[in-house]
């Protein structure tokens, strides 16, 4: 069938035609780093990872670019409200750099524990000023912009086609505008290109320009790094539907604007994550955006401390299309959390039966060959997720196809759905021996301690409390016990 994607730009399916035949180069709008990423915040990642991991799955080579916005951000995408990184940064008495790398940081750290790959490039909009510089200069030689009241606008009645990816009409814009009153613009829709008159005294990060002394707007970040990596016209550009009116529809006039063509052939955005709220009065369950305000802030932390494994969320979210809204709830986090154990619990029988011995995936049989078949077919059907995971839970279930042949097939279905579903099966074994060994030993006090280290080690090593395995290994040589790790499990001898 080939990949096909829904393209915001048409609101259609679309087949994927790449621009170079066989790669596939896209920008994914990343962090501003002021504060932790809620569990919200990170659905788009575990989309765009997908996205990532499908290409590699389909047999493409990959250019994946993701930019860290640690340059003030205001609170309102149509240059209103607060700067949130000035705010954190007087909250936490830390410079706004000290508080970008420690944000920065969280946001990898909560990655890491998704299982999300890291992006090819990752770029920091305070390290591409000067790349952001030579592009509003292009902009402006090509008479989209005008000075008013010390900051360089954007006129947006200079781009005839403003708009089009929200699917907005500029003449309807102008006589309906609700947006904040901004007496410097032109155009309730105009946006800053770049500051020289700050709203905020005593602004933290300042460079020169020709314009005067001041930093950028927002919006052209995304445009000068995503032209900087991936050329002036690249194949996808993905975000959150709240990026959808403002932010990239900006976006593509300034990019148009300074280069006079096509930017991005196909842009893909991630619906919400909502959460349960109280049922109202006709016991109807109702739904509300996770904001600080509402009081339903949760970090992929808070899971982890209510006794959840970050990939039970990751789980969570691939039993939702990325175009669906879905509804955060506990009883939905219990039943991801289960629905992945019992996963790895078959994948652990599998290893046991198969001898940790998986069939060349070139070998398996047509069985086998059909679920990956449809696993193939649901994610060039837009991503869908829900229906690769379906495969997957089928193919595990399936006793007439060989332990071997099911495990090469769970192989390759993880390396895009990526829930460690292998390497968690062997820790669950692992631990299984170390008990097993541990009852064996009934009336030897000394091997009982051993094996009860052994099966500590193991814990620790499946919590990555690497530093405490090791030193139980550590320990354990000091006092002549070797531990020797296999597919199977541990095992320990004395020297």
Not at 487 to 494: A, L, T
């Amino acid at each position: 069938m080939g990949l096909r994607l829904f393209n915001t730009m048409g609101r259609e399916l679309q087949d994927f035609v790449p621009i170079t035949p066989g790669f596939a180069g896209f920008y994914g709008c990343g962090p501003t780093v002021y504060n932790y990423a809620h569990i919200g915040n990170l659905r788009a990642y575990v989309f765009l990872d997908i996205l990532d991991r499908t290409f590699s799955y389909l047999g493409y080579n990959i250019k994946h670019v993701m930019n860290i916005t640690d340059i003030g951000h205001l609170s309102g995408d149509n240059d209103s409200g607060e700067d949130k990184m000035l705010k954190t940064a007087k909250e936490r008495h830390q410079s706004v750099l000290d508080v970008a790398h420690f944000y920065t940081e969280a946001f990898f750290k909560d990655i890491d524990r998704l299982n999300i790959r890291h992006p090819d490039v990752v770029c920091k909009a305070t390290e591409h000023v000067d790349d952001m510089i030579k592009l509003i200069q292009k902009i402006e030689a090509n008479g989209h912009t005008y000075m008013s009241g010390g900051n360089l606008y954007y006129d947006v009645t200079t781009f005839p086609d403003y708009g089009k990816l929200a699917g907005l009409n500029l003449q309807d814009l102008k006589a309906g505008a609700r947006v904040g009153v901004d007496e410097n613009k032109r155009n309730p829709y105009d946006f800053v290109l770049w500051f020289t008159k700050s709203k905020f005294e005593n602004q933290a990060l300042v460079w020169d320009s020709p314009w005067g002394r001041g930093y950028p707007g927002w919006h052209i970040e995304c445009s000068a790094m995503s032209i900087k990596y991936l050329g002036e016209t690249f194949d996808i550009h993905t975000g959150g539907i709240d990026h959808i009116p403002v932010h990239h529809t900006n976006e593509i006039a300034q990019s148009e604007g300074a280069t006079g063509h096509k930017w991005v052939n196909y842009w893909l955005h991630n619906e919400f994550l909502v959460v349960a709220k109280d049922k109202n009065a006709n016991g109807e369950q109702e739904a509300g955006k996770m904001s600080k305000s509402a009081g339903n802030f949760l970090t992929l932390q808070t899971l982890i401390d209510k006794g959840y494994d970050a990939l039970d969320y990751r789980f969570f979210l691939l039993g939702a299309h990325y175009r669906s809204q879905v509804m955060f709830s506990w009883n939905a986090m219990d039943s991801a959390k289960n629905a992945r154990k019992s996963l790895v619990q078959r994948v652990a029988k599998l290893l046991v039966t198969s001898k940790n011995t998986a069939t060349d995936i070139k070998n398996i049989s047509d069985k086998a060959k059909q679920y990956l078949t449809n696993f193939t077919a649901a994610l060039e059907n837009d991503l869908s997720t829900p229906q690769a995971l379906s495969q997957l839970q089928m193919a595990i279930k399936d006793a007439s196809i060989s332990p071997s042949d099911t495990l090469a097939v769970v192989r390759k279905m993880d390396s895009v759905l990526a829930l460690k579903l292998e390497d968690e099966a062997k820790t669950l074994n692992a631990t299984s021996t170390a008990t097993v060994s541990l009852d064996s030993h009934e009336g030897d006090p000394e091997a009982n301690a051993i094996t009860a280290l052994v099966a500590e080690r193991t814990a620790a090593k499946k919590a990555k409390d690497f530093a405490k395995a090791d030193q139980i290994r550590n320990d354990l040589a000091a006092k002549g016990i070797i531990i020797t790790d296999t597919p199977n499990g541990p095992i320990w001898k004395r020297s």
